[in-house]
């Protein structure tokens, strides 16, 4: 996370998260998750920089859960993004079809795979 601050990208979180749908968790222990992992950024040298969760049950069939673009278009409309200069990584299939929808780069993270593997090709997208 630090080499994405030190090159001046900020990091925008879209969650699915169901759970809060399902009743399974609440929204106030994803919450807590959420400032705990961007306490843990923040000592890593990094940071998270804005959160936009979906907290419907996919049944609900919304058009904030990826991969629907409900929550991307909000991020674009509260940040002003242009999504061609976004680089996306994710490691769902329903990531990988929220960015081809809204023809952002997409970088997939393979289970077990480190994170910083795909940071630097985020940084290469920059250069």
């Not at 900020?10 to 919450?31: F, W």
């Not at 780069?105 to 795979?113: A, F, I, P, T, V």
């Amino acid at each position: 996370m630090s080499i994405l601050k030190k090159n001046g990208f900020e990091t925008i979180i879209v969650t699915n998260q169901a759970g809060i749908g399902r009743g399974i968790v609440s929204e106030n222990t994803v919450q807590d998750i959420h400032s705990a992992m961007c306490d843990q950024a923040r000592r890593a040298g990094g940071s998270l920089d804005y959160f936009y969760k979906c907290p419907h049950h996919w049944e609900e069939k919304c058009f904030c859960r990826k991969p629907m673009p409900g929550l991307f278009l909000k991020a674009q409309k509260d940040l002003c993004l242009d999504f061609s200069k976004l680089v996306f990584v994710g490691d769902q299939i329903s990531d990988k079809e929220a960015a081809e929808k809204l023809q952002m780069k997409y970088l997939n993270l393979e289970s077990g795979e480190k994170l910083n593997k795909r940071i630097i090709e985020v940084v290469k997208y920059k250069t």
